[in-house]
């Protein structure tokens, strides 16, 4: 099985210096969250975020365990510019290729629109513009912009990611729409996001797991386990890939 590394500042405590982060973090020194955490997008010590997140790589690393690809929870990484800068040099780092940073439903409204990530994505947004407007309107537009003109900035920094970022069928797990999502999937690679769980009491998650969605873990993983997902592949003459693909030649 190849195993990324799920960048994380937004869940559960930190591995490093609580103080270093003291500005994301709660009294209890765990992360505040996605909402709290945007709050703060122009006080945050980058240096502190890159030392925190270079630990959490080694986590993986001194398992013995060559990490394949970086990701960041609620995409994080992807929605301010020093942040998306950060996750461009680990990658550089660590030679790995990344997570497009920019979701198809963001991208793709037509046909992905509906998805569940981008409506959350808008309300986080929401939020952020009316709780500080000043700081929205300074941060946003640019943002944005970074977003559209990521798969530039990545080809010019020698990084490797996928040309889709395919996040509709989280919170929407069900044989049609991964049907809906194979037959409009378009050329190139795609990274389909998946949470694949079993769970039959919330006290035995692993503390920073959404409960929300529980349900829709199982049958995303009954999805993958019963050979649907790869029926409809075929149907649809569409070929499985690895992260680690990118590095020698992009599958058709």
């Not at 998946?194 to 692993?206: A, T, W, Y």
Request: net charge positive; charged share 25%.
């Amino acid at each position: 099985m190849d195993i990324g590394v799920h960048l994380n500042i937004t869940s559960g405590p930190p591995r490093t210096d609580p103080a270093a982060l003291a500005t994301i973090l709660t009294d209890a020194g765990e992360f505040r969250g996605l909402s709290a955490l945007m709050d703060r997008l122009g006080q945050i010590r980058m240096d502190a975020v890159e030392t925190e997140l270079r630990a959490q790589i080694d986590v993986l690393t001194a398992l013995g365990i060559t990490p394949d690809h970086l990701s960041s929870h609620h995409n994080i990484l992807a929605i301010y510019p020093p942040f998306q800068d950060l996750l461009v040099r680990l990658a550089r780092a660590y030679a790995l290729p990344i997570r497009k940073p920019i979701a198809i439903s963001q991208t793709h409204t037509r046909r992905y629109g509906y998805a569940k990530t981008r409506q959350r994505a808008n309300r986080s947004i929401l939020g952020f513009i009316w709780r500080r407007p000043y700081r929205a309107i300074r941060l946003l537009p640019g943002t944005y912009l970074r977003l559209l003109q990521s798969k530039r900035l990545l080809v010019r920094q020698n990084v490797q990611a996928p040309d889709h970022l395919i996040d509709s069928l989280y919170g929407g797990a069900s044989v049609r729409n991964i049907r809906h999502i194979l037959q409009h999937l378009p050329t190139g690679v795609s990274e389909l996001v998946v949470h694949l769980g079993e769970c039959d009491s919330v006290e035995d998650l692993p503390q920073g797991i959404e409960t929300a969605l529980l349900q829709d873990r199982t049958i995303e993983r009954n999805l993958i386990l019963n050979g649907t997902l790869r029926i409809m592949m075929d149907r649809e003459e569409i070929r499985p890939a690895r992260f680690r693909d990118l590095a020698g030649g992009r599958p058709g």
